[in-house]
């Protein structure tokens, strides 16, 4: 019985840490100030980060939702692993506007 519920713990465990971040896009989709900004849009943003970007990328680009400016800064880096991020994100947001247009 103790082997179950440390089973069970562990699980719950797990769980919540990657709820943590899961729908990161679509929450910073949605507090975002744009007008174009809605509940189906941004779900369907997060549908297309999902297929598109790791947890890590989602993470690191809903920041540009809040500062529009450090995605400027990111993709004018010199910074090796900023490029490498740009191509993902560039991706995504291509499949994100044929998905969700």
Not at 25 to 32: H, M, P
Not at 33 to 49: E, G, H, K
Not at 70 to 97: I, P
């Amino acid at each position: 019985m103790k082997h179950l519920s440390g089973v069970a713990l562990a699980a719950a465990l797990i769980f919540l840490s990657t709820s943590a971040y899961a729908n990161v896009i679509e929450r910073a989709c949605n507090a975002s100030d744009r007008d174009a900004a809605n509940r189906s849009l941004c779900a369907c943003i997060q549908y297309a980060a999902d297929r598109t970007l790791s947890r890590r990328d989602q993470k690191e680009g809903a920041k540009f939702f809040r500062d529009p400016h450090a995605a400027q800064e990111m993709r004018q880096s010199d910074r090796r692993s900023h490029e490498k991020f740009w191509k993902r994100w560039r991706n995504f947001g291509e499949t994100a506007e044929a998905m969700c247009s």
